[in-house]
């Protein structure tokens, strides 16, 4: 059993002040089979009231409206999980598990994961990748992706910062470069290829000394799930090569990035925006105190302001979506 304190610090400055923000996040990690939320909080400044719900997939939505004047928007998520030892996913399946697939597909709960979505289009760059890697209904579904997700690793480079939050696939398949949403992205578009349900995770990913992933460890991450007979979802993370295991803490899952982002908003006035996102992850054998203050890492050293007086002019939102690129 393992528990994680995660600290989740985002931050939206204004080279001039804005009126009004209004916006949504979805950092609380999941409570499922194996993943419990113990805690969790979510403070803002300037301050206001944060109402929450779940959406049709079953996540944590946060959302709240700063009808003040300010400058700049801090939000902080903080919380502890604690997951349990999943077993071992398996090599490969029964001879029969394409069948077996197929049957669970034909209840029709999982159509929305077989579909193209804003982010998991089948392009011809895409058909052409699926043609190179051999993307066929062939051994049998767990085969074929444990295949793939070395494939997508060996592939791709990772390079922070080489697409943009609303990059298509072609982008990284084109320059074979991107980050882990640009893999996430490819690794479902080819599996709903072959009708093979996949979904986009969002979470964080937690790494020690002796891990060598090459995501970025300060920041959110993303891996696929993929929909198996007897097995269920099973997560698989291409950018790092690996079984979505205890390391893998999961806050929301949805169709692609786009049904996911961890911040999702919309300002009113006249600016330019600047985003800084940092994510700290600590893990521990033992279950932490769970009314401790989590420690504050010296580079998360940011003045809050309070919200200031309404302007006695109102000036139209901007129509502007605000957005965090899962690296």
Known sequence: MNFYSIRHLTRFRYSQPITESIMETRVRPRSDANQHCLTFSLSVSPRCRVFS???HQGNNVQHFD??????QLVIVAESVVEQQVLPDVPSFLAPDAWQALDSMIATGDYWEMLLPSAFAVETPALTLLASQMGVTRRDDPLMLVHELNTRLYEYFEYEPRSTRVD????EAIVSGKGVCQDFAHTMIAL?????IPARYVSGYLYRSREDHDRSTPDATHAWVDVLLPHLGWVGFDPTNNLVA???HIRTAVGRDYADVPPTHGIYRGSTESELYVAVHVDASAEPPALDRKLPIPDDWSVLVERAQQLPKVNIPFVDLQQMQQQQ
């Open 191 to 195: 599996l709903r290829h072959v009708r």
């Open 245 to 247: 295991h205890h390391r």
């Open 167 to 170: 990059s298509p696939i072609d």
């Open 53 to 55: 719900y779940r959406d």
């Open 66 to 71: 700063i009808p003040g004047e300010h400058n």
